[in-house]
């Protein structure tokens, strides 16, 4: 059986008897000198017991267990959790594009909420939500030991109601509280519009199940309204994530031949190797990708086969490095587990897990202004006695002179405006 991946009452004797019921199909799979950890177990259900006879308050054997399955899932590493029926159905809508919340893609660091990246066009989005903000509470209560899913499902919600998040920004001391109001998040992955003639700008938010056919259907929109587009930039920045068949397909749009991505994990099931199809989408024309810290999962997956095949450059930040593989398994509840079971692997065998893509050309993330007033430094129309330009009007008999404005892009986004520049030069080395 496949499972969908993505870069997701009993008294304690009676409990113990079931575990060690169960158990019984691992003792036949398990290599001679192996044993079950039956001391292990027999803790546990010591423990167990201890709760339900002295914790100060009752404690129903279903909370306690579901405890205990979450514990032992989230302490294997931060995206590894187990979902109730609830975060389950939640789970499969934000891969489809639609749900109730506030637009975040977090993690967790420190015990603590991480935000990997804001969702554009969301309520996250408009507060000025950064990847790397901390979320230390929601509303009056502390994230510290909540677990990620269930701090993911108080922020989920219906729309129209608020929720206040406590918020540490990097490089600062004092959290910061926001009020943020839920709001229905429907989520474009492909926006797409030319930045000049014949070259066009292709952003993907995240990876839904649709993203790769959406891809193929901009770039024939944006090859029709050029006329042949002379190059691209795509935009991943803050792109958190999402199905790897979507990533898979995203880079397939831009390769024709040789390995996107490889999996690898401890059961041969989980290892896995993805290859290109022919035809090139874009014709070989030059190819910049826009990457930042917010860039994670997915998003490094094409980053990272691009790069490798040298079919474009890779400009920005460095990537947030997460490179493992999660699998949902359905329960016969109607739950889930989501579980880590491999790791992806660049075409040139790169590990992307904590190190990330690091950019061919990198960009710090700085903001460009308008200066005031003339430029100040000395030309040689400024020295006296300096000679006139063949057919140069007197002084006073011309147009004034101007300041020329900077570059209303750069003002707006001076990575794009970067990326622009440099696709441009491409284009013409191209020719």
């Known amino acids: 059986m496949r499972f969908p991946r993505l870069l997701y009452g009993l008294t304690a004797l009676t409990l113990l008897g079931l575990l060690l019921v169960n158990t019984q ?52 590493d931060p995206h590894s959790a187990y979902l109730d029926a609830s975060e389950y159905q939640q789970l499969q809508e934000g891969t489809r594009g639609e749900f109730g919340g506030l637009g975040l893609e977090v993690g967790t660091r420190d015990g603590f909420v991480e935000v990997i990246a804001p969702i554009d066009g969301t309520p996250a989005d408009a507060a000025g939500i950064q990847p790397g903000d901390l979320i230390i509470r929601l509303d009056d209560q502390s994230v510290k030991g909540l677990g990620l899913q269930e701090a993911v499902s108080q922020m989920r919600g219906d729309p129209g109601t608020e929720i206040t998040l406590s918020i ?3 490089g600062e001391d004092t959290p910061r509280e926001i009020t943020l109001e839920r709001a229905v998040i429907q989520v474009d992955s492909v926006r797409t519009r030319m930045l000049e003639p014949g070259f066009g700008y292709l952003r993907i938010s995240q990876f839904q199940s649709r993203t790769g056919e959406d891809v193929l259907e901009a770039l024939s929109d944006l090859n029709e309204e050029s006329g042949g587009l002379e190059g691209l930039v795509l935009d991943l920045r803050n792109n958190p994530g999402g199905v790897l068949d979507a990533a898979v397909d995203v880079s397939d749009a831009f390769l024709s031949t040789g390995e996107i991505v490889s999996t690898r994990g401890r059961l041969e099931r989980a290892s896995s190797r993805f290859t ?48 493992s593989v999660q699998t949902i398994m359905p329960l016969r509840s109607g739950n889930a587990v989501k579980l880590t079971t491999a790791r992806y692997y660049t075409p040139d065998g790169r590990s992307i897990q904590a190190d990330g893509i690091a950019p061919d050309v990198e960009i710090a993330n700085v903001t ?28 006073g008999e011309g147009p004034e002179a101007t300041d020329v404005p900077a570059s209303s892009l750069a003002s707006q986004d001076f990575a794009l405006a970067e990326a622009l520049n440099l696709l441009k030069g491409l284009s013409i080395l191209g020719r």
Do not use: C, W
């Open 168 to 170: 540490l920004h990097e």
């Open 368 to 395: 460009v202004s308008e200066r005031d007033g003339r430029d100040a430094r000395t030309r040689e129309s400024d020295l006296p006695g300096h000679l006139q330009r063949e057919g140069r009007p007197e002084d």
């Open 25 to 76: 199909g691992v003792i036949a799979q398990q290599t001679a000198g192996e044993d079950v950890p039956l001391e292990e177990l027999r803790g546990f259900a010591e423990v167990y017991e201890r709760i339900q006879r002295n914790y100060v308050e009752s404690v129903d054997d279903e909370t306690l267990v579901r405890n205990a399955i979450r514990g032992m899932l989230e302490r294997l």
């Open 276 to 323: 290109a199809t022919p035809n090139d989408a874009l014709n070989g024309a030059p190819l910049v990708v826009l990457v930042n810290a917010g860039s994670a999962s997915a998003a490094e997956i094409v980053a990272g086969a691009l790069q490798d095949h040298r079919r474009a450059v890779i400009m920005g930040e460095q990537t947030f490095g997460k490179g």
